[in-house]
């Protein structure tokens, strides 16, 4: 897609959604009163305000509510920065790329918050881009791993790693320790993710395999689809050793469930958004044995801040915590040590001291942000087992 119509038409929808809420702001907002707002609110106020936008209903309501988990928690054992008590003001972005836009420019004009978490799900937070890029509101994405996300905009960080990354990690997972050789792939043709983490597979399968016929077929769906068969039918006429299907964890396990009622028994492999209880629930024993990559594992705590956050989390939740949850946790935590060394509350200097982040110590291991606002992470790869989340390795960053 040409990038310059993307961002046009994107700013065609923001204008239309400010005209149709009646909020009566322009986006041309002159700079002066932009800082002079923040000026007085950083001399006279005693709160300040982070915005989050997560999906808290619909389809990707699940991954939402769990980064929320570790937002909260992480904003219960760290309510104070610069003497200041931290108010989180949070949106329901409804798992919607309109309903995300709308959700960051009311954070902005209406609560105006000095800076903002999230969102799970790329298409979302890609969704809110153009706007904290033009409002100059430094953001923490939690888990959007599309490398879009932050492109382009030095507002724009996150916490997690990149799809080049996690494409690579699984890519050479399903080579090198399930002996693949040939792959079919499922994607969702209406996230980002799951087209753009496909094409990472695709690159480095190909690369691995020294074969460029090693892609059997790409077959595609879109978001809401729960009947597979015909596809199914289609997969099964088809000679692979695996099948890589990254896409929202309700679609993906009734993909597999459909799969192996149809005698499909080859591996079935995926990436991050499948690591949530709602997989397991749907996919029930079908997805026994199910393989995906992601950010964090309870099992094997990276650093100290690791063994506080789930000391933490199973005192106020009563589980063992999840990827989501750590990765919530530490875009709060990564925020906040922003805030503190640059002394102030004004968003322009939290971007600066976001951008010479080194080496924090967060719950998911050590984070860097590099030059584009990613951050050097390492990966796990987890498969179920017995209904459950389990570890199965640890993968080392790659360093630019």
């Not at 939740?317 to 640059?342: C, H, K, P, Q, T």
């Amino acid at each position: 897609m040409n990038i310059m119509k993307g961002k046009a038409t994107l700013w065609t929808m923001i204008l239309l959604v400010i005209s149709c809420l009646g909020i009566g702001y322009k986006i041309k907002i002159p700079e002066k009163r932009l800082t002079d707002s923040w000026e007085i609110e950083e001399k006279n106020g005693g709160i300040i305000k982070i915005g989050v936008f997560e999906p808290l209903t619909g389809g990707a309501a699940s991954g939402g509510e769990m980064t929320l988990e570790g937002i909260q928690l992480a904003n219960e054992l760290f309510p104070e920065v610069l003497g200041k008590k931290i108010e989180l003001v949070i949106e329901d972005n409804k798992s919607d790329k309109l309903e995300a836009t709308k959700a960051v420019i009311k954070l902005i004009h209406e609560d105006h918050v000095k800076a903002i978490i999230g969102s799970y799900g790329s298409s979302l937070s890609m969704a809110a881009g153009e706007v904290v890029k033009k409002f100059k509101i430094p953001t923490v994405g939690c888990s959007p791993t599309h490398p879009m996300v932050t492109f382009n905009n030095p507002y724009y960080f996150r916490v997690c790693f990149v799809d080049p990354f996690q494409g690579t990690v699984i890519a050479n997972y399903a080579v090198k320790e399930l002996g693949a050789k040939k792959a079919i792939i499922v994607q969702d043709m209406a996230q980002d993710y799951s087209t753009g983490l496909s094409q990472y597979f695709i690159e480095a399968f190909i690369k691995l395999t020294g074969d460029v016929e090693s892609i059997v077929s790409v077959i595609s769906y879109v978001s809401g689809e729960q009947d597979f068969r015909e596809k199914l039918t289609e997969i099964r006429d088809l000679k692979a050793d695996v099948i890589f299907a990254p896409g929202n964890y309700i679609e993906s396990a009734v993909f597999i469930k459909q799969a192996r009622e149809m005698g499909i028994n080859i591996p079935i492999i995926g990436g991050d958004t499948w690591e949530t209880p709602t997989f397991i629930e749907i996919g029930g024993e079908a997805v026994e044995g199910a393989i995906f990559s992601t950010h964090f594992t309870a099992e094997v705590p990276i650093t100290e801040r690791s063994n506080l956050f789930l000391e933490a989390y199973r005192k106020k939740y009563n589980r063992e915590a999840n990827a989501f949850s750590a990765l919530g946790f530490d875009a709060y935590m990564v925020l906040i040590d922003a805030i503190a060394r640059a002394n102030s509350a004004n968003p322009e200097k939290i971007r600066d001291a976001l951008a010479n982040t080194k080496n924090f110590e967060g719950a998911t291991g050590k984070i860097t942000l590099d030059h584009n606002g990613n951050a050097t992470k390492s990966a796990i790869i987890k498969k179920v087992e017995k209904g459950q989340f389990k570890y199965v390795t640890f993968v080392e960053s790659i360093h630019p």
